[in-house]
């Protein structure tokens, strides 16, 4: 079956750190620009961070540039999202999601985990 | 960063209205935007790509239109499972932005 499934979420302490994981199964992850977006509990959506297939390039969302580092291992079939410095504006749900680039390139995220949630307790 | 505007924030229907959702860029992005449906407790789901691509699988009731600025979403004849949160998001330039979503209730 292809999906992603994201784990590492949990309750920390403001300032403190954690570390993301989205682990893909039934396709090759490396071949894919990996996105991570969040949502805040009862919020809308928010883009968070983007690496590409070959670490061509990465991005990051202002609100968390400095703070979080994405990354990934192909021989693991994952991406990452490292987070430090966290405050209460960070407790949310992490979704990955896989960029799918149509034939004449428009993107789009057709494959999202189920998400896995960040509690930051001041 | 490119500000997106949707509107409206939420939307009341029944089953069988056709509804128009809007969400505006503060530049031009091409067609480079999508719509995205979320049920409750669910992961988002990729509805239109490129302004008016339907992705595979989505009813045929879903159409997407508009370039530039302005874009529509719109529902030909509600479904019962259509009753859902939905966001715009422009994928023309970092960082990407979503629209604020429409809740869809049923009247």
């Known amino acids: 079956e292809v999906q992603l499934v994201e784990s590492g979420g949990g309750l920390v302490k403001a300032g403190g750190s954690l570390r993301l994981s989205c682990t893909a199964s039934?396709?090759?992850?490396?071949?894919?620009?990996m996105d991570w977006v969040r949502q805040a509990p009862g919020k809308g959506l928010e883009w968070v961070s983007s690496?590409?297939?070959?670490?061509?390039?990465?991005y990051y969302a202002d609100s968390v540039k400095g703070r979080f580092t994405i990354s990934r291992d192909a021989a693991k079939n994952s991406v990452y999202l490292q987070l430090n410095s966290l405050g209460a504006e960070d407790t949310a749900l992490y979704y990955c999601a896989r960029k799918y680039i149509s034939d004449h390139d428009f993107e789009a995220f057709d494959l999202w985990g189920q998400g896995t949630m960040v509690t930051v307790s001041s | 960063a490119i500000q997106v505007t949707q509107s409206p924030s939420s939307l009341t229907a029944s089953v069988g209205d056709r509804v128009t959702i809007t969400c505006r860029a503060s530049q031009g992005i091409r067609k480079e935007l999508g719509w995205y449906q979320q049920i409750p407790g669910k992961a988002p789901k990729v509805l239109i790509y490129?302004?008016?691509s339907l992705q595979s699988g989505v009813p045929s009731r879903f159409s997407g239109s508009g370039s530039g600025k302005e874009f529509t979403l719109t529902i030909s004849s509600l479904e019962p499972e259509d009753f859902a949160t939905y966001f715009c998001?422009?994928?023309?330039?970092?960082?990407?932005?979503f629209g604020q979503g429409t809740k869809l209730e049923i009247k």
């Open positions: 490129g302004a008016s």
């Open positions: 039934g396709f090759t992850l490396s071949d894919y620009t």
């Open positions: 690496i590409s297939s070959r670490y061509t390039y990465i």
């Open positions: 998001l422009q994928d023309y330039s970092y960082p990407y932005t």
